[in-house]
C-alpha cells in the first residue's frame, strides 16, 4: 500500500515559520507530481502548491505566493513546504499528494487529479 506520511504541523504564532515534510513510502514517488491542499473547518480543499517530478515547475495558489515554498528531495522521496510569514487564515489541515502524471499546469492545481494523498498535519496560526 503507497502512503504519504506528513510532519511538522503544530502551533504557531503569526508571522512565525513552519516546514512541512510528506514522506513517500515508495521509490517510484520520486518520478510523482506533489501537490500540497489545506482544508479549514466548514471550507472546502483549497490548492497551496505543487511541484512537478523534476523540481523544474512549481505552481502556487494565490494566498500563500511569496510566503511559502515548495521543494522536495527525490533522493528521500520527500517534499517540502517551508511556510513563512504565516496568517491567522493559513490555519487548516495540509494534506500532501501525489500524482501519477498530470501533464497540463492546470491540473497541477485540481486535487481530483492526484492518486494518493496523506492524512493529513495540522497547522494552527494564532495572533
Known amino acids: 500500500q503507497v502512503q504519504l506520511v506528513e510532519s511538522g504541523g503544530g502551533l504557531v504564532q503569526a508571522g512565525g515559520s513552519l516546514r512541512l515534510s510528506c514522506a513517500a513510502s515508495?521509490?517510484?514517488?520520486?518520478?510523482?507530481?506533489k501537490g500540497w491542499f489545506r482544508q479549514a473547518p466548514g471550507k472546502e480543499r483549497e490548492f497551496v502548491a505543487a511541484i512537478n517530478w523534476n523540481s523544474e515547475r512549481t505552481f502556487y495558489g494565490d494566498s500563500v505566493k511569496g510566503r511559502f515554498t515548495i521543494s522536495r528531495d527525490n533522493a528521500n522521496n520527500t517534499v517540502y513546504l517551508q511556510m513563512n510569514s504565516l496568517k491567522v487564515e493559513d490555519t487548516a489541515v495540509y494534506y500532501c499528494a501525489a500524482a501519477i502524471s498530470l501533464g497540463m499546469n492546470y491540473y497541477y492545481s485540481q486535487p481530483s487529479r492526484y492518486n494518493y494523498w496523506g492524512q493529513g498535519t495540522q497547522v494552527t496560526v494564532s495572533s
Open positions: 515508495e521509490r517510484t514517488f520520486s518520478t510523482y507530481a
